[in-house]
DNA sequence: AGCGGATGTACAG
DNA sequence: TGTACCTCCGCTT
């Protein structure tokens, strides 16, 4: 389950694995039965996201455009592939590997000017190189929404989800309720280039891992933490257990129906 | 077997 | 603000 650095990671990986080459394309599940038939043995020339969507061009048909939403998943792997279940929306395949896409929100044939609609609604990308924070402390500065909504605010910052949201207020000692307006320059700078770090690590890893070596659990002789999303962190899905560096207990709350996880003890108004 | 959630978004009103 | 949608997994019965 996606936030920007795990489709990134699918980009690279799409690249990699079928890249230059002619795939196979169908829709065990049916619902991109008539998009997969129009690219089946075309050559997939590029593939990159923006935020969390995912954009792989098979020219001259077009864009395929993926948007995992909240379920979606991908499942690549060299051949031989499994046999498809009746749930993949889309299966890539070359005589060497294969992709299985479940369960997204978005898998459709798009244009280039709908593909440019798509990065025109969307904020600047700490993952993609020539974007940079400026857009997004436009918007903050002005904001008398609170900085928790606005990370989620895909037109703010394209590719934040509610991971690294939790992570990066908690890392910089902002308190989430804090109006944009009351950020301050340096502050956003702080922010922007924690992410542009944390994100590509997390590209790197394949997981989100947030806790500086410091605060691990063997740097503060704690014993090893269990942990079901498979990265280290402070805050997030941490309600009520004890802050990692204060001890304190972290707190939860809905936000704009998302569930926000922080320290009110290390997270300053 | 059946439920409630979950790293998300879009649309209705 | 609420609801619908897509799938899987872990918990409860």
Redesign the pocket.
């Known amino acids: 389950?996606?936030?920007g650095h795990?489709i990134h990671r699918l980009a690279a990986d799409h690249s990699e694995l079928f890249g230059g080459r002619p795939v196979r394309a169908g829709s065990p599940?049916g619902k991109f039965a008539d998009g997969a038939a129009l690219i089946d043995g075309q050559v997939l020339e590029h593939a990159e996201a923006h935020?969390?969507h995912l954009f792989l061009s098979f020219p001259p048909t077009g864009w395929v455009h993926v948007?995992?939403?909240?379920?979606?998943?991908y499942t690549l792997g060299r051949a031989p592939a499994p046999p498809p279940?009746d749930?993949v929306?889309l299966r890539l395949s070359t005589e060497a590997a294969y992709a299985d896409l479940?369960?997204?929100?978005a898998c459709a044939l798009i244009t280039d000017d709908e593909k440019q609609a798509v990065h025109d609604r969307l904020g600047p990308d700490p993952l993609r190189p020539s974007d940079d924070g400026d857009r997004a402390w436009a918007r903050i500065s002005r904001s008398r929404t609170s900085v928790a909504a606005l990370l989620?605010d895909?037109k703010v910052v394209a590719g934040?989800?509610?991971?690294y949201r939790a992570e990066v207020l908690f890392r910089h000692g902002i308190d989430p309720y804090r109006a944009g307006r009351d950020l301050t320059r340096a502050e956003w700078d702080a922010i922007w280039a924690d992410l542009v770090a944390l994100m590509r690590e997390g590209v790197r890893n394949n997981r989100?891992d947030t806790v500086r070596p410091e605060h691990t659990p063997e740097a503060m002789g704690r014993p090893p933490r269990v942990d079901?999303?498979?990265g280290e962190v402070y805050v997030y899905?941490r309600d009520r257990q004890p802050c990692h560096i204060c001890g304190g207990e972290v707190r939860t709350a809905e936000l704009?129906?998302?569930?926000l996880f922080w320290c009110p003890n290390c997270q300053r108004r």
Do not use: S, W, Y
Not at 160 to 163: D, F, I, L, R, T
Not at 256 to 259: D, G, L, V, W
């Open positions: 389950m996606p936030e795990t599940q935020g969390k948007h995992l939403g909240l379920f979606g998943t279940t749930t929306r479940r369960g997204p929100t989620l895909q934040v989800g509610n991971v989100i079901d999303h498979g899905r704009a129906a998302r569930n």
